[in-house]
């Protein structure tokens, strides 16, 4: 059974990096797939933040693309997700999950940042 | 990329069926059979009920259905269950690996 577990902390300040480790189990992420970030505001609907591919190939959501870099540690089993320079607007449920073609099949719990001084 | 539109909010009686409609463009829904939706149930994460239109993964029930028609895809709930009450959302592959998800729905069991 795939599981995706996100790390990383709770509050961040304005202007600073937001640093995200999703932790992968039962399944070897250089085996293949794409793993992605997406995040879910308070209240709020799902946006899509990015993907990885197991070889390091990275696509980014245009309006999200120059603030994000999300990287894969093969060795560790784990991607990350960096979002630099966030504002209030960045406080959200972020989510790590595995994507199956044309969908996400595996989910994190999810993690809330909220960014505040 | 902008979020594909969706109702913001959907009822039914128990033993209805309901559809959600997920509005796209040309660029996304329009010109890919690559449309999925998830449910989320309040303070869990999203779980996939639909792929590639039309294809329920293993374990969903087939109570859940998808279409699509032009820029919009579907997803039909029949025979409303209370267990169905929960946020949808639909999303869709835009192109040069990139993915646009929709504003959501939430649907309520009267």
């Known amino acids: 059974q795939v599981q995706l577990q996100e790390s990383g902390p709770g509050l961040v300040k304005p202007s600073e990096t937001l640093s995200l480790t999703c932790a992968v189990s039962?399944?070897?992420?250089?085996?293949?797939?794409?793993w992605g970030w997406i995040r879910q505001p308070p209240g709020k609907g799902l946006e899509w933040i990015g993907s990885i591919y197991h070889s390091g190939s990275t696509y980014y959501n245009p309006s999200l693309k120059s603030r994000v870099t999300i990287s894969v540690d093969t060795s560790k089993n784990q991607f990350s997700l960096k979002l630099s320079s966030v504002t209030a607007a960045d406080t959200a449920v972020y989510y790590c999950?595995?994507?199956?073609?044309?969908?996400?099949?595996?989910w994190g719990q999810g993690t809330l940042v909220t960014v505040s001084s | 990329q902008s979020a594909l539109t969706q109702p913001a909010s959907v009822s039914g009686s128990p033993g209805q069926s309901i559809t959600i409609s997920c509005t796209g463009t040309s660029s996304d829904v329009g010109s890919y059979n690559l449309v999925s939706w998830y449910q989320q149930h309040p303070g869990k994460a999203p779980k996939l009920m639909i792929y590639?239109?039309?294809k329920r993964p293993s374990g969903v029930s087939n109570r859940f259905s998808g279409s699509k028609s032009g820029n919009t895809a579907s997803l039909t709930i029949s025979g409303l269950q209370a267990e169905d009450e929960a946020d949808y959302y639909c999303?869709?592959?835009?192109?040069?690996?990139?993915?646009?998800f929709g504003t959501g729905t939430k649907v309520t069991v009267l």
């Open positions: 039962g399944y070897s992420i250089s085996s293949g797939y794409y």
């Open positions: 590639e239109v039309s």
């Open positions: 999303c869709s592959y835009a192109g040069s690996s990139t993915f646009v």
């Open positions: 999950a595995r994507l199956l073609g044309d969908c996400y099949d595996y």
